[in-house]
């Protein structure tokens, strides 16, 4: 069973900058594409950003555009958001994803991470 381990969450002031890691041991992590999604209070949860499997494509959604980046390393099995410039907008629960395309039951979620800016 694939067990994805988020860390990096915690407080921080706004204007700040956190690093979450997510790491996917036992994994063909190259195989996988990796998403970052978040969920704020009252709010539905939202892709934040992904990197394929490939590694050159990246999207990010409006909200976070210019000031998160998506990384992965494949060979240490994890991916990476950094973020800048934090707001009281992004506060919320973080979660990593790992999907394989065309295989449906490659579906992993890690376990989340709270985020909290405080203004």
């Known amino acids: 069973q694939v067990q994805l381990v988020e860390s990096g969450g915690g407080e921080v002031q706004a204007g700040g900058s956190l690093r979450l890691s997510c790491e996917a041991p036992g994994t063909t992590f190259s195989l996988y594409d990796t998403k970052w999604y978040r969920q704020g209070p009252g709010k539905e949860r939202e892709l934040v950003a992904h990197i394929l499997s490939g590694g050159g494509n990246t999207r990010y959604s409006d909200s976070v555009k210019g000031r998160f980046t998506i990384s992965r390393d494949n060979r240490r099995t994890t991916m990476y958001l950094q973020m800048n410039n934090l707001n009281s907008e992004d506060t919320g629960v973080y979660y990593c994803?790992?999907?394989?395309?065309?295989?449906?039951?490659?579906?992993?979620w890690g376990q989340g991470i709270q985020v909290t800016v405080s203004s």
């Open positions: 994803n790992l999907k394989k395309r065309w295989t449906p039951q490659a579906d992993y």
